[in-house]
Structure formats: C-alpha cells, structure tokens
C-alpha cells in the first residue's frame, strides 16, 4: 500500500507511531507471517499500534480488543476505517465473539492457567488454518523448573514454532516467548 488509510491521524501525544516505543508489538511484527487479505482479531491491543500495523500492511478487516477504556479512545481518535474497529472488552467476554479469524494476534501477562483458558477460546475463532501468535511474559517459576512452554496454551492448539525474546525496552522480566499456534487438525 503507497500510503496509509484514509483517516490516519498524526497525534503529537501519541509519539510511537513509529513503534519505537512498542517492542512487543515489534517483537511480534518480526515473526508475522503476511496479513494481507487476512482477518485479524488483535486482543489486548492497547493504542492500536498493531492494528494500524496490520490494516496498512493489507489486512481485510482487523478488531482490536482491550479492557483500557482511555487506551481505545486514543486508538479511535488516531485512525478509522470501515475495515477496523475496536471494542472495549474484557477477558471473560472474548467467548462472545464471532469467528472466524485467519489471525489472533495478543500480548499477555496472564497466569499459565488464566492463558490457557483464554487461548481455548481464541481457539474456537480461528479459521481453520488460522493462526494465533502470542507474546507471553514468562510465568514465575520455582527455582530449578524449566518453562512448560507447551502448556501455556490451549490443548485445542499446537505449537508450531516458539522464540525467546530479549529486549532491554520490556518491562518487568526484559523477556517473552513468542508462540507460533494452530489448531489442533
């Protein structure tokens, strides 16, 4: 695409329209396999970075999802199309959503369990060959266990791939793991 949608909107209060400011969202553009022509559902997208994101780069429509009332507004304010929208929404009511999408995008900080109940729901919106991507902060663990990546996730989704990131912009742990899922065929 030559130039963004049509109601893109510089905000001078909003300074990471670049991303510089969004490294999880870049940890997760780096890894994205192409949207163009593709259904998005973004969950826990904040200012609406990668939903910008996603519909400049070819998507054909894209939901963004957040509990941030303040956060959805700002997304409104800086960008509208007939192919975007944003709902405030929160965790527990994901199961109210239609599907199917060919692509789940998330950023969470969830406990394991609350993760895996979370993602057996996105599980039941993907098309069948959709994928979900997840950006998930690693869970606090016992001294000498190691990460149980694979449960993580809903059992209705198999992990593909997997990548330890490291970033010193990360809040908190300065890690995530990126989760590579489709569902379970």
Not at 52 to 73: E, F, K, P, S
Not at 85 to 91: A, E, F, N, V
Request: glycine residues 4%; hydrophobic residues 40%.
């Amino acid at each position: 695409m030559d130039t963004p949608y049509p109601n893109m909107q510089d905000n001078p209060n909003m300074p990471f329209e670049s991303g510089d400011d969004q490294p999880v969202w870049q940890a997760l553009v780096k890894k994205m396999p192409p949207v163009t022509d593709l259904r998005v559902l973004v969950i826990h997208c904040g200012d609406g970075w990668f939903c910008r994101y996603a519909l400049n780069h070819g998507a054909a429509a894209v939901l963004g999802i957040d509990t941030d009332t303040a956060a959805i507004q700002s997304a409104r304010a800086v960008a509208s199309s007939d192919r975007l929208r944003y709902r405030i929404m929160p965790d527990h009511w994901l199961k109210l959503l239609t599907g199917p999408y060919d692509l789940i995008v998330g950023a969470f900080n969830q406990s394991p369990a609350e993760l895996r109940t979370i993602t057996h729901v996105l599980s039941q919106l993907l098309s069948a060959k959709g994928q979900l991507i997840a950006a998930v902060a690693p869970p606090k663990q016992p001294t000498g266990d190691q990460l149980a990546v694979d449960e993580l996730i809903s059992s209705q989704l198999v992990i593909n791939r997997w990548f330890q990131v490291t970033d010193k912009r990360l809040t908190q742990t300065a890690q995530l793991y990126l989760l590579l899922s489709s569902r379970v065929r």
